[in-house]
C-alpha cells in the first residue's frame, strides 16, 4: 500500500515539468476520422458538437466520404478524445462504435444509410 502511495505521489512529482514542456510547443493538428454520418443534419450536428470540445479550431464534414476533418491542438484534446466524441454523438468513429444510446436518441433518418436529406 505504501508503495503504490510513493507511486502516487511520484507521478504528481514528475507530471507537472512535462506540461509545462508540453506547452512550450503549440501545435496543431488534423485528424480525420470516418463516421457513419448520413445527412446534412448529421453534418450540423457532428459539427456543432465537436465545435463544442475544448481545443477544437475548425471541424468539417464531407458528406461524400463521411469523413470528419478536424483541425484541433494535440495539447487540449487528444484523438481518442475527439473519435470519443463522435461515438457519444451517435456515430461511428474509425473503429469505435456509436455510443447506442446516442445513435438510439438520433432522428430515425439520421440512423439509416441511404437518408436524402
Ligand atoms: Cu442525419
Same mark, same amino acid.
Given at each position: 500500500? *505504501?508503495?503504490?502511495?510513493?507511486?502516487?505521489?511520484?507521478?504528481?512529482?514528475? $507530471?507537472?515539468?512535462?506540461?509545462?514542456?508540453?506547452?512550450?510547443?503549440?501545435?496543431?493538428?488534423?485528424?480525420?476520422?470516418?463516421? #457513419?454520418?448520413? +445527412?446534412?443534419?448529421?453534418?450540423?450536428?457532428?459539427? #456543432? /458538437?465537436? !465545435?463544442?470540445?475544448?481545443?477544437?479550431? #475548425? @471541424?468539417?464534414?464531407? $458528406?461524400?466520404? &463521411?469523413?470528419?476533418?478536424?483541425?484541433?491542438?494535440? *495539447? &487540449?484534446?487528444? /484523438?481518442?478524445? $475527439?473519435?470519443?466524441? @463522435?461515438?457519444?454523438? !451517435?456515430? *461511428?468513429?474509425?473503429?469505435?462504435?456509436?455510443?447506442? /444510446?446516442?445513435?438510439?436518441?438520433?432522428?430515425?433518418? +439520421?440512423?439509416?444509410?441511404? +437518408? #436524402?436529406?
Amino acid at each position: 500500500m *505504501r508503495f503504490f502511495l510513493f507511486l502516487f505521489v511520484s507521478c504528481l512529482l514528475i $507530471l507537472p515539468p512535462k506540461l509545462q514542456a508540453q506547452e512550450k510547443t503549440p501545435k496543431v493538428d488534423t485528424l480525420h476520422i470516418e463516421t #457513419s454520418a448520413v +445527412c446534412g443534419m448529421c453534418k450540423d450536428r457532428l459539427e #456543432s /458538437e465537436l !465545435g463544442y470540445v475544448k481545443g477544437v479550431k #475548425s @471541424v468539417a464534414l464531407d $458528406l461524400g466520404t &463521411k469523413r470528419l476533418t478536424i483541425v484541433y491542438r494535440a *495539447r &487540449k484534446v487528444s /484523438e481518442e478524445a $475527439l473519435r470519443q466524441k @463522435v461515438a457519444d454523438t !451517435g456515430y *461511428r468513429a474509425d473503429h469505435l462504435p456509436a455510443n447506442p /444510446e446516442a445513435f438510439m436518441a438520433l432522428p430515425a433518418c +439520421c440512423q439509416a444509410e441511404g +437518408c #436524402s436529406h
